[in-house]
């Protein structure tokens, strides 16, 4: 049996959080290390473990996913195109994945650079 992630821990408020969104599928909130003014993570529920181990049937979860990071964008004013934000996913080691729970990062408030380290 796989191991409680931290993430899951969060999930079930057994570890505080700054929550700002939650619904059936999803919760989001501020990532405790900000890399920007804006920094916050969106996860599923469900224990995926990361990109490369969803499945097909899990393609809703995915899409809601986006579609909650587009509300989180929307509710602080930056979906438009003169502001803007960035999400990223890690995935394994050589990305810098350091959670095994699937987590999308929503970086935004400051100039952005590409590429990324
Ligand atoms: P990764 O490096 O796996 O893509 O992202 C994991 C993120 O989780 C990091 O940005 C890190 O700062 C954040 N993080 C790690 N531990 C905690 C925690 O206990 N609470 C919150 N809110 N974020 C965390």
Do not use: C, Y
Request: net charge negative.
């Amino acid at each position: 049996m796989s191991e409680t992630t931290l993430f899951e821990r969060i999930i079930a408020r057994e570890i505080p959080a700054d929550i700002v969104h939650e619904d059936d599928i999803s919760i989001a909130f501020k990532d405790i290390s900000p890399q920007a003014p804006h920094h916050i993570l969106i996860i599923p529920k469900k224990a995926i473990p990361r990109i490369g181990q969803a499945h097909e049937d899990d393609a809703a979860t995915l899409g809601h996913l986006l579609l909650t990071a587009r509300k989180i964008a929307r509710d602080l004013d930056l979906a438009e195109v003169d502001k803007g934000f960035r999400l990223v996913i890690n995935n394994g080691k050589d990305a810098g994945e350091s959670v095994p729970h699937l987590h999308v990062h929503l970086l935004a408030g400051r100039q952005l650079q590409w590429p990324p380290g």
